[in-house]
Structure formats: C-alpha cells, structure tokens
C-alpha cells in the first residue's frame, strides 16, 4: 500500500545513474551511511544493476540510527515511569533479601511503557542478584504468543532445567578440580563439608545423575500433570527466589482460563526451598473479572497502574530518542511537538508517538528533503492510519468481507444513503458468483454492524416515518486501498469479475 516504493521495473537504467556509482562524491556520500558492509564494493560488482537504490542512497541520511525508534528497542531510560519503576524495585527487593515478593499486577492503556518498565527493572534485579550472589531469577513471559497452560509451564520448566544444568556443570567443575588439587598435594579436606575424597566423588556423581534426569519438555505431547511435575521440580531444584513475569497476561486468560494463574499461585505453599512471586501485566483492565476470586486475590496483592502519558511527557519520550535516532538538525522544531500532540490524542500511547516520528522522518527519506517537517508528520499520521485500516480489513472474516465488497460496488456505482436491502441483494448475487454460504438478511445487518463498530463503514439509523427506521450506510475508509485488500483475498476468488451485475441494476 506504499505509493513510494518503486518496483524495480518502472526505473530505468539510465547512463547518467550508471556514472553516479561512480561519482566520486556519490562514494564518500555512501561510505557514511556504510556501518557494516563496504557498499562501494557491492556497487562495483553490481555494474548490470537499475539503478533502485540510487536516488535513496544520494540523500544525506535524516538519520543516524534508526534502530533506537523500533518498537524492539529496550531503552536505558524512561522518562516519566519513575514512580511505577520504583514501586515495583520496592516490592521485588524482598527477593534479594531471600524472601518472596508480593505478586503484582501491572495496569495500563496500550503504550504506556509497562513491557518496557517491567524488563528495565528485571534487568536491574537480576544484575543486582548476581552481583550480591544471591539466587534470584526472572522469567519472562510474553502470554500473547506463550497462550496456553502447557506452553507457559513448559517454557518455564525448560528455562529452570537449562539454569539447573548450568549450575551443576559449574559446580561438577568445581568439585572435580578440587578433587585433582587434593590429589595433587596443593589442597586439603580442611574446612570443606567432605570428610573424604570418596565423599567428593560421590557428591559428583550425584550430580551428574540430577543432570542426566533433567528432560527438557517437548512443546507438545505431555499431560499437562507431567509438565507441572517438571517445572515444579526444577524450580525447587535449589534455594531460589523466581519472579515470572507474565506480561499480556489477559491474553493466556482469554485463550485458556484461569487454570495456569490458580497452580502457579499455590505453589509456593507447597515448594520447599524455593519460592516463586507473579507478575502480571495487562492493558485490559476487566481481564480479573473472569478470574477465580482466590486467583484473584492472590494476583493482585499489589497492583500498579500506568496512566496514559499527556503531550508534555510524551515530548520528553520522543526528545531522548530523537537525540540519538536523528542526525544533528534534521527535525525542525515542530515535529515532535505534532507527534506528542497526535499521539496524546490516541489516549497517550508512546509506542504510536515513536511510530508516527519514525515514519515521519522516513517518509522526509524517501522525499529527499534535508529536513523532517511538520507535513512529513501529517503524512505519516495518514499512512499510520491506512496501514490500520488495511490491516483491520484483511483480517475481516470472509462474510464480512463480501458485505464490504457489497458496499464498495454500491458507492463506486454513485448509490448513496445505501440501505440494508440494497446491500443484502449485492451480497447475495456475490455470494452466489462466488459460491459462498449465503447468510440471512438478519446476519448481514449483523455484520453491517461489525464492521460500523470497527469504523470501517458509518450506519445510521435514520426514521422514514410511517414506513419505519432504516438503516442508512456509507464507506468510512479510502475507496480504492480498500477494494484492493479485499481483490488480494484469494478466497473471495472471482469476485472482481461480479462486477457488471450492479452496473446493469442500477443503469436501468
Ligand atoms: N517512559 C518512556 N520512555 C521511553 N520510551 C518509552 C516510555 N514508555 C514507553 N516507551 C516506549 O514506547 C513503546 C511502547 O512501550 P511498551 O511496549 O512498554 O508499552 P506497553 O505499556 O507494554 O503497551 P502494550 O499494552 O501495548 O503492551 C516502546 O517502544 C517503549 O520503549
Ligand atoms: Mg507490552
């Protein structure tokens, strides 16, 4: 859906661009964006190339590096979480002092830093712990793509199994070069819990025993009893504090209950020498209405919530990143002021404040301006915003999407105020050029109504007096963007073709 990208046929190879590879300014222009791969080099090999590169790679580069924009991107500050970051650093502390945290529940719109907050103090914890040698560790978990009881508990008993064989092979190595030092004369049984060298060769192979035993789970194909036996096994394998952080954790309640939250909080009840303390992160903030209230309960001991940002904050977010992202100059002061302000209007969501920045600046790219301006901003605010709609369009279920296509036929053929009969009647004919289930009128208007609550289409109920209510329906996104989606649904397959039916209803 990109009008910028030019595919490589519609650019000619001219001899002029061919004589720019070779321009000695166009080499010193590209050796400053070269990070990693020498790009003279590869120009020079490729003497037979078109050229596609050439007018991008002649702009001076906005930015310096790019990466720092990414949603990928952990960074080392975030300005305006203090207090949440805090709190969190003084519930988890009781884990380095060998005790076990209050489970917490992390609350807050969609962008409000939680994830980011929720590894920055994971991060420090485990450093911390390793620094002071005291065993505590954090698990992370992301529950949108980890969504069911088995897959969490195996990935925890795996994470645990790989650190308990980590730990004995250090402590096997440990063993065995003391055991050749007293061999060797240089060291004695003295102040060592071994009363023989036997007594160490035992203790070794012991451990080689436990590390033989520890089975990694498969992904699949256990009972879920057997793969809770595993974790908790391995988790209480040595004194340990675990914090598991389940980040979306609304996700794995929607798509497999609560089981996994109700075992995991009862454990601690039963582990001998370690202990372990939740997390949870959630942007639904109704997610703990479908939970076990003893679930509950023991979820949100504490509970956090992140606010949305407003502009100011959302400015400072976009200025630190902007510092590093940009190169010196290349913003004009009022794009992020535009981006705070657009992404304070989205109930103060940073990750869109940073997409809307980055693809400013690479729209200012592409265009070969020097600068990023306030309409490269405007710009990418609407391409943010089509890229949504496409993307809420192609994943429609293909019943909606033939309604859609219904309404689209409608309005290309001038039909305005359509009605719900009119798009009944398209519908059906497509369905039936198409071979599709038909529905009911009654399930349309349905679907009409779906695809309303996406913003997709507008209906308004509007009253015809005596002839009573109906409802009047007209397309709320970009004509041609959308028929285009639908056109690349192989399943709706011919459906392009269907066409002439609604010209010859309407031309007579
Ligand atoms: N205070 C901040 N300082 C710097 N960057 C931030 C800050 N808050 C959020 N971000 C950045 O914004 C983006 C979104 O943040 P994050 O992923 O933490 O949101 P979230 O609250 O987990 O959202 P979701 O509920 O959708 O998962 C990330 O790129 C993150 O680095
Ligand atoms: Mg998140």
């Not at 720019?20 to 222009?29: E, G, K, P, Q, V």
């Not at 595993?230 to 954790?249: G, N, P, Q």
């Not at 913003?455 to 509007?462: D, F, L, S, T």
Request: hydrophobic share 35%.
């Amino acid at each position: 859906m990109d009008s910028n990208d030019t595919p490589p046929d519609d650019r000619p190879a001219s001899d002029s661009e061919e004589d720019n590879l070779h321009d000695a300014s166009a080499r010193d222009r590209t050796a400053d964006i070269s990070h990693d791969v020498d790009i003279n080099d590869v120009l020079d090999d490729e003497e037979e190339n078109q050229g596609l590169f050439d007018d991008l790679l002649s702009g001076e580069p906005i930015f310096e590096n790019k990466e720092v924009l990414r949603p990928s991107y952990t960074p080392r500050e975030l300005p305006h979480r203090n207090e949440q970051i805090n709190r969190m650093a003084t519930i988890l502390v009781s884990a380095l002092r060998g005790d076990t945290p209050s489970n917490i529940l992390i609350y807050g719109k969609t962008g409000t830093g939680k994830t980011a907050s929720a590894k920055f103090v994971s991060n420090e914890l485990e450093s911390t712990s390793q620094r002071y040698d005291v065993p505590c560790e954090v698990e992370y978990i992301n529950c949108e793509v980890t969504d069911t009881q088995y897959r969490v508990l195996a990935q925890l008993a795996n994470k645990f199994i790989e650190k308990n064989r980590a730990v004995i092979t250090k402590r096997v190595d440990d063993l065995t070069d003391r055991r050749s030092a007293i061999t060797d004369g240089d060291a004695t049984l003295d102040m060592s819990p071994f009363d023989s060298t036997a007594a160490i060769d035992d203790r070794i192979e012991t451990l080689k025993t436990d590390r033989e035993a520890m089975d990694s789970v498969p992904m699949t194909g256990w009972p879920t009893d057997r793969v809770y036996s595993s974790f908790f096994e391995a988790v209480d394998y040595h004194e340990r504090v675990a914090v598991i952080m389940l980040d979306e954790i609304d996700k794995l309640v929607e798509k497999s209950g609560d089981d996994t939250l109700y075992n995991l909080s009862r454990m601690n009840s039963e582990l001998e020498n370690s202990r372990i303390s939740i997390m949870g992160i959630s942007n639904d903030l109704k997610f703990t209405d479908f939970l076990d209230p003893r679930v509950k309960s023991s979820l949100g001991e504490e509970e956090i919530v992140f606010p949305p940002y407003d502009a100011n904050q959302l400015r400072d977010i976009l200025q630190h990143r902007a510092d590093v992202a940009f190169k010196h100059g290349a913003l004009t002061e009022d794009v992020i002021p535009l981006c705070a302000a657009f992404a304070a209007q989205e109930h103060g969501d940073a990750r869109r404040a940073l997409d809307l920045l980055r693809t400013a600046g690479e729209l200012a790219e592409r265009g070969q301006a020097d600068t990023v301006e306030e309409g490269h901003v405007r710009q990418a605010q609407d391409k943010i915003e089509l890229d949504r709609v496409v993307e809420v369009v192609r994943t429609l279920p293909t019943q909606s999407k033939i309604v859609l296509f219904a309404i689209i036929l409608l309005e290309k053929n001038g039909v305005h105020n359509i009605n719900t009969g009119e798009v009944f009647n398209i519908y059906k004919h497509l369905c039936e050029e198409i071979d599709a289930d038909v529905l009911t009128q009654r399930r349309v208007t349905d679907l009409i109504s779906e695809l309303d609550m996406l913003g997709i289409v507008n209906a308004v109920v509007v009253s015809k007096g005596r002839y009573g209510r109906t409802k009047e329906i007209s397309l709320s996104v970009p004509v041609d963007e959308t028929e285009a989606v639908l056109l690349s649904d192989s399943r709706l397959g011919d459906i392009e073709n269907a066409q002439p039916f609604v010209q010859a209803r309407f031309d007579n």
